[in-house]
């Protein structure tokens, strides 16, 4: 089975952009453009923004508008950087042609991805991001993402995060994790979970298989007595939640 066929409607894969300006005309005009395709959130540039840089691993694009690339940029692409590799697309208010020139060399230099200017019509701007996007989406190779409530598992790179905190498991652990919430909902045997983890023949060793449940869910479980993502069919075995709607 392939990670497509892994995935269905229930299952949120979600890919964001981060969109930072001083006002919000333009953010909304990207957004219809874009609508259903990304999570896009809005965060307004501040005169002092703290040093906050908003990051996690779902981001697949910074979008940053200012009226001209100033040193606030710069400090702004360069705390990006410092904390991702999601591409930026800067886009700019200059009007003139010396302007733009000058701008574009300095955006590029100081960490940006793409340069444009906001008086470019939508559907470039919308196609620049979306270039962006699909060539380091081909560079990296992203891992898709899964999500149900607060946690997250990173087929690809074998992760599981609770909360936003990783979750360290061992191998036998992912794996038990990741066949459960493949099956999304649906009641696994014992059998069929021991087959498809241990790769061996089942001989009905359930005490091994509910040893490594029980370590599961002391790592991800805030009552281990009534599991919330780990559920138990009694007489069958277990199955991953109840249902896996809710976005991340």
Known sequence: MNSNEMRNENIAVTEKIIFLSFHRELYNDFCSCLKGQYDIFYYRIRENTGGKVFWDETIVLYVMEMLRFTEKSAKLLYEIRSKCDAPILFISGVRTDTMRTDE?????????????????????????????????????????????????????????????????????????????????????????????????????????????????????????????YIQNVYGVGYRFGCCMQEKF
């Open 104 to 228: 574009t060399v300095r955006a590029i230099r100081g960490g940006a991805d793409g340069y444009l200017v906001d008086s470019q019509p939508m559907e470039e701007i919308v196609a620049e991001a979306k270039a962006l996007i699909r060539l380091q989406t081909r560079i990296q190779k992203r891992p898709e993402i899964w999500t149900y409530q607060e946690l997250k598992i990173v087929p690809g790179t074998r992760q599981v995060f609770l909360k936003e905190k990783e979750v360290p498991l061992t191998r036998m652990e992912f794996d038990i994790v990741q066949y459960l919430a493949m099956q999304n909902g649906r009641a696994v045997t014992y059998q069929e979970l021991y087959e498809a983890v241990w790769h061996s023949e089942y001989l009905f060793d359930d005490d091994s298989i509910m040893a490594h449940i029980h370590r599961i869910r002391r790592k991800l479980e805030a009552d281990r007595k009534h599991p919330f």
